[in-house]
């Protein structure tokens, strides 16, 4: 079994056979859609993304999180979103008052710090960074906050990726595809996990059954399983 810690379940409609998926939402739609989901390898999030908090009401989406098993993907983006950096960190602080000790989803592009000491502020427990980017030095403060970080498949070409992957603590380093993403022209998928494993056994010098197995143990502490 392998484990995507962060996908867009809803956009693929495709069964994967030996992959473990955490379905992230982001918007009402889509959390309505993840929310039917019947597999008992999915877990379904519900969010509204920071691309979207100025185009959904917050509460529509609160109420779903009593059926959610977590939430995500919600954070802030200060490079892409459109929406008023206030607006985002109203959404983003309301989502963590109502996470019902639930493992939050975070995305934080250009706004690494910010989310973390939010994340810290309202008490989270269990946190994953997707996609992590951000200063390599603030990987210590999210091990010593109990957080994880997701690395994808990105890691094969993407050098600031790759330099946190060779410098992530490796208990706190999970796998994903952001499956349903397109980037650079190729869609994302689960089964790109496995050139994740392979590039993590290379630079942690480990068998790629190692890798997997240390990835399962990661991905079960970040989703309380």
């Known amino acids: 079994m392998l484990y995507d810690a962060h996908c867009h379940y809803s956009l693929l409609k495709k069964k ?3 992959y473990f998926i955490a379905a992230v939402s982001m918007d009402y739609n889509s959390s309505v859609e993840t929310l039917s989901l019947n597999d008992k390898n999915i877990l379904k999030g519900v969010a509204i993304h ?4 100025h185009k959904e ?14 939430i995500g993907e919600i954070g802030l983006d ?3 979103s459109e929406a008023p950096k206030e607006l985002q960190i109203r959404y983003f602080e309301e989502f963590l008052k109502n996470s019902q000790d639930k493992t939050v989803n975070v995305h934080a592009v250009n706004s690494w710090s910010d989310v973390l000491n939010l994340l810290i502020k309202h008490d989270i427990k269990r946190a994953i960074f997707h996609w992590y980017s951000g200063p390599k030095e603030l990987l210590r403060d999210i091990e010593g906050a109990g957080y994880f970080i997701t690395i994808n498949p990105s890691v094969t070409f ?14 706190i380093v ?4 952001d ?3 397109v980037y650079k022209g190729k869609l994302l998928e689960p089964t790109d996990i496995p050139s994740t494993i392979k590039f993590l056994s290379k ?3 480990e068998d790629e059954r190692q890798v997997e197995k240390k990835i399962e143990i990661n991905f079960r502490k970040a989703f309380n399983l």
């Open 16 to 18: 994967y056979e030996g």
């Open 179 to 181: 499956g349903g993403y």
């Open 158 to 171: 993407q050098e600031k990726h790759k330099i946190i992957a060779e410098n992530a603590p490796s208990n």
């Open 50 to 53: 920071p691309w979207n908090v």
């Open 57 to 70: 009401k917050i509460e529509s989406v609160l109420p779903l999180i009593n059926k959610a098993d977590f």
């Open 78 to 80: 200060y490079k892409y």
């Open 203 to 205: 630079i942690w010098n």
């Open 174 to 177: 999970l796998t994903e595809s």
